[in-house]
């Protein structure tokens, strides 16, 4: 069985109750949602630079590494004159 409205309130009142009943909820999911959102968009900002920092290591490593294959070989070329003799 329905049950009827309190005669007691009037047309405004019973409005407004009907316009709380539907605004709440949805100011509520509305809020959550941007909510959400802020932190998507957070993170692909961390995302982003996080991106250019490693394409800036990766070409400082490139250098390092580049700068370091010379002195690699030549040492390794050294080693192995210094112990070739051991070997024979």
Do not use: D
């Given at each position: 069985m329905a049950t009827s409205p309190p005669r007691g309130l009037r047309i405004w009142q019973k409005l407004a109750a009907i316009y709380l009943a539907f605004t709440i909820p949805l100011a509520l999911t509305t809020y959550l949602l941007i909510g959400e959102k802020s932190v998507k968009i957070?993170?692909?900002?961390?995302?982003?630079?996080?991106?250019?920092?490693?394409?800036?290591?990766?070409?400082?490593?490139?250098?390092?590494?580049?700068?370091?294959?010379?002195?690699?070989?030549?040492?390794?070329?050294?080693?192995?004159?210094?112990?070739?003799?051991?070997?024979?």
């Open positions: 957070e993170l692909a900002h961390k995302e982003f630079h996080g991106g250019r920092y490693l394409r800036v290591v990766s070409r400082i490593l490139q250098g390092v590494s580049s700068h370091r294959a010379p002195w690699n070989s030549l040492w390794a070329s050294s080693i192995l004159t210094l112990f070739s003799p051991i070997r024979r």
